[in-house]
């Protein structure tokens, strides 16, 4: 049996806290399920953009099923490597049409080279599911979490019963 980056990390622990040890299995299950998502959502946005001449942000998260513990703001990082590989290029601005963005301003995106695109997707496949833990719960059923932070002001909690 192969020993993965994430238990690597939790044997790493040793003389840590309880609590430390918790935070720190949860911080690598979270890096490990955005990056899941991200890849979908490179690959949503590069399917789209292989079958329609653009595509936005809206249509990327209409694509990917995000779970709760997945703040959607995890998709703005789907264009950033594709631009660098020169796969994609902006086109300039469109408003959102999801009502949560309020008509904010986002990029409208084009395929800079098709066959690099093809062969982006061929070399990327989904991640599966099965790559990570999702019987492991990034809080516990009575534990308080952030609900998230805004710059200047203190976190708010609440308790996952309070939730749901």
């Excluded at 513990?69 to 990082?77: E, F, Q, V």
């Excluded at 998230?148 to 309070?162: D, H, I, L, V, Y």
Aim: glycine residues 4%.
């Amino acid at each position: 049996m192969t020993t993965t980056l994430h238990q690597l990390m939790l044997d790493d622990c040793g003389d840590q806290t309880a609590g430390q040890a918790r935070k720190q299995k949860r911080h690598l299950l979270l890096r490990e399920r955005r990056a899941l998502y991200v890849r979908r959502g490179q690959r949503a946005l590069l399917a789209r953009l292989l079958a329609a001449e653009t595509a936005t942000a809206d249509d990327v998260y209409e694509s990917v099923e995000l779970p709760p513990s997945i703040a959607p703001r995890c998709l703005g990082a789907v264009p950033a490597s594709l631009v660098r590989a020169g796969i994609i290029r902006s086109l300039g601005y469109v408003k959102s049409a999801r009502p949560e963005r309020h008509a904010s301003p986002i990029q409208v995106w084009t395929l800079a080279n098709q066959s690099e695109a093809v062969a982006w997707l061929a070399a990327n496949p989904d991640l599966s599911d099965l790559l990570l833990d999702n019987d492991l719960p990034l809080f516990a059923a009575n534990e308080k979490r952030p609900m998230g932070t805004t710059a200047g002001r203190e976190t708010k909690f609440f308790s996952t019963k309070e939730r749901t």
